[in-house]
Structures are given as structure tokens and as C-alpha cells.
């Protein structure tokens, strides 16, 4: 009797709580052409239209036009560089950049009074572009424990609150400090020190769920767990590969790198499931040439690979590189490069006595044919780089097959030369940098020495929580405090309901944001919004307007300053409010001079210099035209693997078993174009040919017909990882160019599908690339599932 009322206790209090999901509804789904080129004049007109839309027409054209400029500010949407002389003067944006600048320049406002009118409950009754389409906040703003109405609070109290809620714990790792990737470096560097004398590493970072594979893989292979090239590079290359990487939705500035590699000679390989449009060809809107012949072709060789069968496409072109160099000894390989800066070279070989061209074909999806092509182009060629996103870092086994990238090149020599490398395309605009200042859940000890000496406390070793960890910590009760230094967290995390329902047991959830999002209405039992500057605000103190910095995908550090006047005089920036919590928190106990940071950028930047290696005279250099590159050993000096004297290893790995059942589909979540991370600016798909609607699957249509669904059918999603029954109701059937028994859908829609244990080896990230799913007819009885996996989700850990 007692587990009965448990149970109904349990089941009415969560039909009580907001929804943490978009509403199960569908809009009116239009089906258009597919384009076979990205940007040009839509894309203008998609980007002007926003600032139409944000009521901010004057305002962000006046920003446009500084933004990505020397003297002006840093996009706030991904982290592409820019040139490093000249830059356009029509402007260094792309369409998904001047989106988000839109959203900051809004003057759409989020009042105190707002909150008094709408609950957190008639809020996530809406879906995340109508939360995210109110504007800017204004005042920070308090939830207290059983209210439903977020009310006004004053700076000082919100530091006293969290400041109460921190020293209340029984230990400092009962506290997680979030970060997302548009953090300045000023900001980050703060963030970690207050986290680090707090007494705690754990950091989860935005990078735990986008890249953390890169570094993974990279790291005990060239050194370093970044990039490798720079913007000339793809000027001067003769081979770029492009795999498990969208350029014309994810980085749109990056078709304008490969146009003019493709100008000087450069031949493209595209690597995907879909044929996307920013793959195959590239529109500039600043070429009117461009505009009249309907662009550039980029691609050269689209090879349609399975989802997951990346592994067997790279075993395949080493497989054939090795039977073109016994051909032609000395003419494939440099076995120079190979014998000075390499380890491991023979058991590498060794292994492919056992693999074979026909089944490595049928594994990765690619026709032979497709194969031979890639691999000649390859063949007699020194300068290749090979470029990612998260179609390979998303992948259970995402480190592996990045490492494989890797084999490739120190094969060929390619590596730490003009035109040749590695380029991970990270996401947010600063998460490279975020990393960099040592927001890191497992910080290194040096890293840890350097802090320790220069500022005398003695700082925590113990590694901290990831993202996936924080997540079944909260969940335990582990973690009963969570400061977000931005993001959405609900909405960027796998798993919906068990991370919702973690999320619902914290003491206190602090969201430090530029705008409203679900993860101010999937809250603690007390919740802060703390209202911030965006990357083009003005940020006056003290009578002076300051400078941040970033780092971009290529090592690059350069200063950024906004431009606008802030929609309110009650915003704290970032650094500042690291600063006052740090000052209220802390108190008289810390050893750190947190009021001079408070008052100062420039002192902030000066002890970075002297805690982080290659940021000497960093306020000299960070205002020098187009900033600094940081050192980076591998491409500077091919100094790869400390530990093997400077080397390189040559891995070895598996192709893994990817099994389906006969009802099973493989499902990768991706992103729309009206889209960046969680923040939806639309609701359209236009390369993709969708309109007006975000609950599609993708399907082969040899999968529909054998599976007796049409085109345009409803159906409801299914995964059932760890023996749990997942389910995302309402979807509506695409046909598409896509291999059979695999499916594309969006995020985070589809969030709910990703088991938390569903994680990558060794980087921990949620393997959103590789979801085992069912498809059944839509069921008008679904919903009642959906309150079972809310009650299961509660009560049981996966």
C-alpha cells in the first residue's frame, strides 16, 4: 500500500511540472526542392529578415557591419575564423551569424512584469522558437521553492542566495558550474579560478557534448587537442576532406575557404549520409559572377556513407593506399616523415592482411568505385587536410575514428606542412577558448601547478563531473547546486526525461542568459536568472568600454567589443558576475583579489599570461590587427606525442559490429538550418526542402515501402537502450536521399531517444549520432506512454 501511494505521489507530481519537452503538435508541413547549393541570395534575405522580425532593422545593420571586423566584435554563433589581413567590407557574416545577432539586438523585451503575467507552466507549453522569440532579458529574476512565477530580485540578494545555498553544502563537489561555449576568455578564466577555490573541478562544459571526442583522440596522438591548420591552409591544400560535417548550416563561412581552395586546385571529398547542399555547392552572395551562373561546385566525390560506417570508409582508403604504394614504393607513403615522426608504423600495416575491399565496401555504404576514386585523389597528393564535425564525434566509437583520420595523414606525411591537417569545425563561438581556460572537469596538473603557485591556495585534484556525469549525480542527489554559465541545458542534453527529472531535484539552479530558454522553466526547487550582456552589447565599467577575447577553430585569439547600447540598465557582464558571487561566496577566506578583476578586463588578462603558456604580453597582443595565434607544436614545429619523444603513433582500432534488427533504424540527430545548438530561429529546413515544421523523420524510401508506411504518414519514435522504453510521439515521414535502414532527425525533438549511457568511448560525450530506434504507426494512445516514461524516469536510473 505504501509503494502505491509512493507511485501516485510521484505520478501527480510530475504531471504538475513543466514540460521539458516541445509540445507534441504539429504545424503544416510544406515540401519544397531540395537545393543542390547553399547561401546566395536567400540567404541575404533570410538574414535581413530577422532584423525586420527582431524590430531591430537600423540597430543590427549597424552591427552587422562591425561584426567579425578588426575593432569590431566577435560573432556570437560559431567559432570560424576570419581572415587574418583584409575582410570583406560588405561583411564577414553568414546568414546563421546574422541571425544571432538579431537575437541580441532584438529590442523585444523579457520584464519582471512578463513573469507576473505568465507562469513557468503556460511557458513550456510553448515550443522553443516562441520561448525563444520573446526578447532580451532585463532583471534578474528569482523562483522561490513551490512558486510558479519567477519575481524580481535585486544583485545583491541573488549573489546572498547563492552565496547561502554554495556554503550550505556538505562538500564542494556537491556543486557543478556549467559553461557554454560563448563565454569570453575573461569570463571563463574567472569562472574556473572561483570553481577551483571553492574547492571543486566539476566543470561540465557545452565542448562534453560537441568536440570532447576530438580532444580525446587528438591529445595522446599529435599533442594537442586542437586543430592544426589555419584559414591559408585550405587556400593552399590540394585534397580537403569533408566527413561527418554540414559547412552550409554548421560553419557557412567555411564554404568561402573551400571555394577558394577549389579555385587554386584543391579537390573535394564530401563524406556524409545526406548529400547536403553546403557540400555540393556554394553560392557567394557577395559575387554577383556567383549569383547569375548559380555558384561553385564543391564537392568533386560525394560518397554516401552509412551512419556509423565511417570507420570501414577510412579502413578502406588505407586498404588501397597500401596496395598502391607496394605498387609504386616511395611514391604514396613518406617514409621519411614515417621513420622520423612516427611510431607503430608496422603493426599498423600488419592489421590489413586481415581486411577486405568488398566487405569494407558494404560496411561503410560506398560503392568500390567511390572508394578507388577518393583513394587515388589521395594517392600521389602531400597536401590534404581532413575536416569534421559531429557526425564523427557524436559516434560511440567517434575517438576511434578520429584517430583513423589521423593514421591517414602521418602516412602521407600530412601534417604540420602549408595546405595539410586536421581541422575539427567547432561550434559555439568560444568554446576553443573556454577549454583554453581551463574549463575542464579534468584539468592537468601542470595546469593545476601553475594556478596553485601563482595564486597560493591549494587547489582541488580530484577530476570533476563531465556533462553525462553531472547528469547521474544530480540525478543520485550528488550534485544539489548547478550554476549554468549559459545554455539551455535541458534542451542541449540527452536523455529528456531522466535529465529533467535530475534537474527537478537540485536545491538551487543558477542560469546566467541573454535570453529566455526551457532551461529556465525545468528548474530546481529554487531557481536565479541572472540577465547578461551578448557579444555586441556595449560593456561599460568603471566609464571605460571594455574588450573580451576568444579563440577561434584555428587558435586564434583577438579582442572583441560590442557596439550597442543594452536593452537594460540592470545587466551584469559575465566576469562581473563571476566576480560579485566569488566576492559573496568566498568572502574573507579567499586568497584571490576578486574586486580587481571586478573593476578590470586588463587584470583579468594579465594573470592569464601568467598562468597559461603562449599569452605573453596578452594586452599588448590581443589589441594588435586580427589578435595572435597561440603555439601549437604539431603544426609549428611537426612536435607531436611528448611522451614518445615528439612523435606520433600510428593506432590501432576496430570497425565495430552495427547490427540492426529487421524493425530497428539507425537515428542521428542533427540540426535544421534555422537553427544554432538549441536557439531555433525558425521553423524551416530550407536546404533541406522543409517548411514550417520540426517533427519529420527522414526515411529511404525503399524503408517506407517495406515497412507499409507512405510518405507524409505519422508515426511515433521508439528506443528501448538499457531495457526502457523511450518514445517521442508525432513524427511525419520524409522520404529522402538517405541509406537504407538509417534515419535523420532533429534535435532537440528527439533528445528524448538518447539514452545518458548511450555515451562515446573515452570522450563520455552523448552519442547522439547512433540511436537504435523502432518506427510504429502513430498511436493516439502514445501520450499515456509518455506519463509512464515520465513516472519510470523519475524513479529509476538507467
Not at 131 to 160: S, V
Not at 335 to 362: P, S
Not at 502 to 526: W, Y
Not at 730 to 736: A, E, Q, R
Request: contains cysteine.
Amino acid at each position: 500500500m505504501e509503494d502505491h501511494n509512493k507511485k501516485k505521489e510521484i505520478e501527480e507530481s510530475i504531471r504538475k511540472e513543466p514540460d521539458a519537452e516541445n509540445p507534441y503538435t504539429l504545424l503544416d508541413l510544406k515540401l519544397t526542392h531540395v537545393e543542390k547549393a547553399a547561401a546566395g541570395i536567400p540567404a541575404v534575405m533570410a538574414a535581413f529578415s530577422d532584423l525586420f522580425e527582431e524590430k531591430a532593422p537600423v540597430r543590427g545593420m549597424r552591427a552587422l557591419f562591425k561584426m567579425n571586423q578588426m575593432g569590431g566584435f566577435d560573432c556570437p554563433s560559431c567559432a570560424w575564423p576570419d581572415p587574418d589581413d583584409e575582410r570583406s567590407v560588405l561583411g564577414e557574416y553568414c546568414e546563421n551569424g546574422a541571425k544571432a545577432l538579431a537575437e541580441e539586438a532584438t529590442t523585444k523585451k523579457v520584464t519582471p512584469e512578463f513573469f507576473k503575467q505568465n507562469s513557468v507552466y503556460d511557458l513550456a507549453k510553448l515550443d522553443d522558437y516562441q520561448i525563444g522569440k520573446m526578447g532580451r532579458l532585463t532583471d534578474p529574476m528569482y523562483l522561490p521553492q513551490g512558486a510558479i512565477h519567477y519575481q524580481p530580485i535585486t544583485w545583491e540578494n541573488a549573489f546572498k542566495k547563492i552565496a547561502e545555498h554554495l556554503n550550505a553544502l556538505e562538500s564542494p563537489d556537491e556543486a557543478a558550474f556549467y559553461t557554454s561555449g560563448r563565454t569570453s576568455n575573461e569570463a571563463s578564466f574567472v569562472y574556473q579560478l572561483f570553481a577551483k577555490e571553492f574547492g571543486t573541478n566539476n566543470m561540465p562544459d557545452c565542448s562534453n557534448m560537441c568536440h570532447e571526442t576530438s580532444g580525446s583522440a587528438l591529445r595522446p596522438t599529435i599533442g594537442i587537442g586542437k586543430g592544426t591548420v589555419t584559414l591559408e591552409d585550405f587556400y593552399e591544400a590540394e585534397v580537403i576532406v569533408i566527413i561527418g560535417q554540414n559547412p552550409g548550416t554548421n560553419a557557412p563561412r567555411m564554404m568561402s575557404a573551400l571555394a577558394k581552395g577549389k579555385k587554386n586546385g584543391a579537390k573535394i571529398i564530401a563524406v556524409n549520409p545526406l548529400p547536403e547542399a553546403g557540400l555540393m555547392g556554394f553560392i557567394n552572395p557577395q559575387s554577383v559572377k556567383d549569383i547569375l551562373k548559380g555558384g561553385v561546385q564543391l564537392a568533386d566525390l560525394y560518397l554516401p556513407v552509412k551512419i556509423n560506417g565511417d570507420m570501414a570508409l577510412l579502413k578502406a582508403l588505407e586498404l588501397l593506399l597500401i596496395e598502391f604504394e607496394k605498387k609504386n614504393p616511395g611514391m604514396v607513403f613518406d617514409k621519411d616523415f614515417i621513420n622520423e615522426k612516427t611510431v607503430g608504423y608496422d603493426d599498423f600495416i600488419k592489421q590489413f592482411d586481415h581486411y577486405n575491399l568488398d566487405e569494407l565496401a558494404v560496411l561503410s555504404g560506398v560503392s568500390k568505385e567511390g572508394l578507388y576514386q577518393a583513394a587515388e585523389a589521395i594517392a600521389t597528393k602531400k597536401r590534404i587536410i581532413f575536416s569534421w564535425g559531429m557526425g564523427l564525434t557524436q559516434q560511440p566509437n567517434g575517438v576511434d575514428m578520429i584517430r583513423e583520420i589521423l593514421n591517414i595523414l602521418l602516412l602521407k606525411g600530412s601534417i604540420g606542412k602549408p595546405g595539410a591537417g586536421v581541422c575539427p569545425v567547432r561550434g559555439h563561438s568560444n568554446v576553443q577558448g573556454n577549454r583554453t581556460m581551463m574549463i575542464d572537469e579534468k584539468p592537468t596538473d601542470e595546469q593545476l601547478d601553475r594556478l596553485e603557485n601563482f595564486y597560493g591556495f591549494k587547489v582541488p585534484r580530484k577530476h570533476g563531473y563531465d556533462v553525462v556525469r553531472a547528469i547521474k549525480a544530480i540525478h543520485e542527489e550528488k550534485v544539489k547546486v548547478m550554476f549554468c554559465m549559459g545554455g539551455n541545458f535541458i534542451s542541449a542534453t540527452p536523455d529528456t526525461t531522466f535529465t529533467a527529472n535530475a534537474l527537478r531535484k537540485l536545491n538551487l539552479l543558477v542560469s546566467v542568459s541573454t535570453k529566455l530558454n526551457r532551461g529556465h522553466l525545468v528548474h530546481g526547487k529554487e531557481a536565479l536568472i541572472l540577465p547578461t550582456y551578448g557579444r555586441s552589447d556595449k560593456d561599460i565599467v568603471n566609464g571605460e568600454i571594455q574588450i573580451v577575447s576568444t579563440e577561434n577553430s584555428m587558435g586564434v585569439v583577438q579582442d572583441s567589443k560590442g557596439m550597442l547600447d543594452p536593452v537594460s540598465d540592470n545587466l551584469v557582464n559575465e566576469t562581473q558576475i563571476v566576480c560579485r558571487m566569488a566576492m559573496a561566496t568566498l568572502g574573507e577566506r579567499s586568497v584571490v583579489n576578486w574586486q580587481r578583476y571586478h573593476d578590470s578586463y586588463d587584470a583579468v588578462r594579465d594573470d592569464i599570461e601568467q598562468c597559461i603558456p603562449g599569452f605573453e604580453d596578452y594586452n599588448v597582443r590581443v589589441r594588435q590587427k586580427g589578435g595572435f595565434y597561440l603555439p601549437n607544436a604539431a603544426r609549428d614545429k611537426q612536435y607531436f606525442s611528448k611522451e614518445l619523444g615528439g612523435r606520433a603513433p600510428f593506432t590501432l582500432t576496430e570497425i565495430p559490429d552495427n547490427n540492426l534488427a529487421p524493425d530497428e533504424y539507425m537515428m542521428a540527430t542533427t540540426r535544421t538550418h534555422d537553427q544554432f545548438n538549441t536557439t531555433i530561429y525558425g521553423l524551416d529546413d530550407r536546404y533541406r526542402g522543409i517548411k514550417n515544421e520540426r517533427r519529420v523523420v527522414f526515411m529511404n524510401q525503399n524503408d517506407i515501402d517495406k515497412a507499409g508506411f507512405k510518405a507524409g504518414d505519422k508515426v511515433d519514435l521508439y528506443n528501448y537502450d538499457d531495457g526502457i522504453e523511450r518514445v517521442a510521439p508525432l513524427f511525419i515521414i520524409v522520404s529522402y536521399q538517405i541509406p537504407e535502414k538509417n534515419t535523420v532527425t532533429y534535435f532537440p525533438e528527439t533528445n528524448v531517444l538518447v539514452s545518458v549511457n548511450n555515451v562515446v568511448k573515452e570522450s563520455n560525450m552523448p552519442a547522439s549520432k547512433y540511436v537504435k530506434i523502432k518506427i510504429k504507426k502513430h498511436d493516439p494512445e502514445v501520450y499515456k506512454k509518455v506519463d509512464e516514461m515520465l513516472y519510470k524516469g523519475a524513479v529509476q536510473k538507467p
